[in-house]
């Protein structure tokens, strides 16, 4: 089985194909063609370390992620976040590959993103603002400096100073970042990107900016307030997932037969004059997706 590095995957997952392969699985994923059960999370005694697997499966591929988080490694020389991606055939059972765990995350989480805006942006991609500094932020420039070169993307962090920072160590020559000024135009898009329990961002929608939501991921977190929430058309990624773990949406008490999975959008278009509010939890499906981008180009080559 090859085993690829974290450089190795990232280079192995480019956003084109990243976002058609989660195109097609989001609609298999619809269609009942996926299997995806809930992930296990088992806590180390005496520890603050956690466990966690999220196993998938097509007819094609049989695909595992297993992750460890260790809190206690922060400031130390290891990552508190490790892990791998398995990928069998589901034919054979024969292990084909492992990625890193961390990229894989990265790479498919910001995909999901730039696929909702390509499907829910009401015009063209000029200003964007990330709500976040973190590792999710850095991983949402790179793909917007791929898909959207053009972008005027701005930055708000927990403070100026941060937001300064993340700009000066994350900006490129041909794709610049831009600290949050008071007062900024509209934006068409803005994305929030933390791990907060209360709203950083919440008044009257606008028809013409797409705001999503990736970083509340428990019932406790929440980042778009509940008066976005409950203007908005709603789309989750996962609405199987969703439920129990879209932070924003479960605290803005909203009906969830309302909320349309991402890919509806696929084949219908938002209407035209309503706000639309996108979030995103995450599923292991969309891991499926990245390992079928790395299979289909080893049997291209």
């Known amino acids: 089985m090859q085993s690829y590095s974290a450089?190795?995957?990232?280079?192995?997952?480019?956003?084109?194909?990243?976002l058609d392969a989660l195109a097609r699985t989001m609609q298999d994923y619809a269609a009942g063609l996926i299997r995806c059960p809930e992930r296990l999370t088992v806590g180390a005694p005496d520890r603050s370390s956690v466990l966690m697997t999220m196993p998938t499966a097509s007819k094609?591929?049989?695909?595992?992620?297993?992750?460890?988080?260790?809190?206690?490694?922060?400031?130390?020389?290891?990552?508190?976040?490790?892990?791998?991606v398995t990928c069998a055939d589901a034919r054979t059972g024969v292990l084909l590959?492992?990625?890193?765990?961390?990229?894989?995350?990265?790479?498919?989480?910001?995909?999901?993103?730039?696929?909702g805006i390509k499907l829910l942006a009401r015009r063209p991609v000029k200003k964007v603002l990330i709500i976040g500094t973190g590792a999710q932020a850095v991983a949402h420039v790179d793909a917007l400096s791929t898909l959207y070169?053009?972008?005027?993307?701005?930055?708000?962090?927990?403070?100026?100073?941060?937001?300064?920072?993340?700009?000066?160590?994350?900006?490129?020559?041909?794709?610049?970042?831009h600290p949050e000024q008071p007062g900024e135009h509209p934006f068409d898009v803005i994305l929030t990107v933390t791990a907060s329990t209360s709203p950083l961002f919440d008044s009257m929608p606008n028809p013409d900016c797409l705001v999503i939501g990736v970083g509340a991921y428990r019932p406790d977190m929440i980042e778009v307030g509940p008066q976005i929430v409950r203007n908005s058309l709603l789309y989750v990624d996962d609405p199987i997932g969703a439920p129990t773990e879209a932070g924003d949406l479960i605290q803005a008490g909203i009906d969830w037969q309302t909320v349309r999975p991402l890919a509806s959008a696929l084949t219908t278009h938002p209407p035209e004059n309503s706000p639309v509010f996108f979030k995103s939890v995450g599923c292991a499906a969309w891991d499926l997706a990245a390992c079928a981008v790395v299979a289909a180009s080893a049997s291209e080559s």
């Open 97 to 115: 590959f492992s990625l890193d765990g961390p990229t894989v995350t990265m790479r498919r989480t910001s995909a999901v993103s730039l696929l």
């Open 149 to 177: 070169p053009d972008a005027n993307v701005h930055i708000r962090g927990r403070t100026p100073d941060r937001a300064t920072m993340f700009c000066q160590r994350h900006s490129a020559p041909n794709f610049p970042l």
């Open 7 to 18: 450089s190795e995957t990232r280079a192995l997952l480019p956003y084109p194909a990243l």
């Open 60 to 84: 094609d591929l049989l695909v595992t992620k297993l992750l460890t988080i260790c809190p206690d490694n922060a400031g130390t020389e290891h990552p508190t976040i490790q892990g791998i």
